[in-house]
């Protein structure tokens, strides 16, 4: 069974900075890749970003270009999501996932973490 938690999610300011960390544990992990998700309340779970553990090539929803970046660190099995110039907008659970193969909708994730709060305030 392949378990990922995520940590790092909290209050902050607009137009600051937070880093979430999703650390991956369990089985031989042959999900190469990972991508975070955010579901705002009352809205629907959407795509924030996805990386391909086997390159490091990343791609990322229109909303959070060029403000957020996802990263892998092999060593400790963990993906993080560095988010800069935060809005209040970006206020959201965020969630990561693991899935062989990539794509921006949630169906071909099979492994999810238990999300993590960030609210944004203006």
């Known amino acids: 069974q392949v378990q990922l938690v995520e940590s790092g999610g909290g209050l902050v300011q607009a137009g600051g900075s937070l880093r979430l960390s999703c650390a991956v544990s369990g089985r031989t992990f042959s999900e190469y890749f990972m991508a975070w998700f955010r579901q705002a309340p009352g809205k629907r779970r959407e795509f924030v970003g996805l990386?391909?553990?086997?390159?490091?090539?990343?791609s990322y929803a229109d909303s959070v270009k060029g403000r957020f970046t996802i990263s892998w660190d092999g060593a400790k099995n963990t993906v993080y999501l560095q988010m800069n110039s935060l809005k209040p907008e970006d206020t959201a659970v965020y969630y990561c996932?693991?899935?062989?193969?990539?794509?921006?909708?949630?169906?071909?994730?099979?492994?999810w973490g238990q999300g993590t709060q960030v609210t944004v305030s203006s």
């Open positions: 996932a693991a899935a062989v193969i990539g794509a921006t909708n949630e169906r071909p994730y099979r492994y």
């Open positions: 990386l391909t553990r086997t390159d490091t090539t990343t």
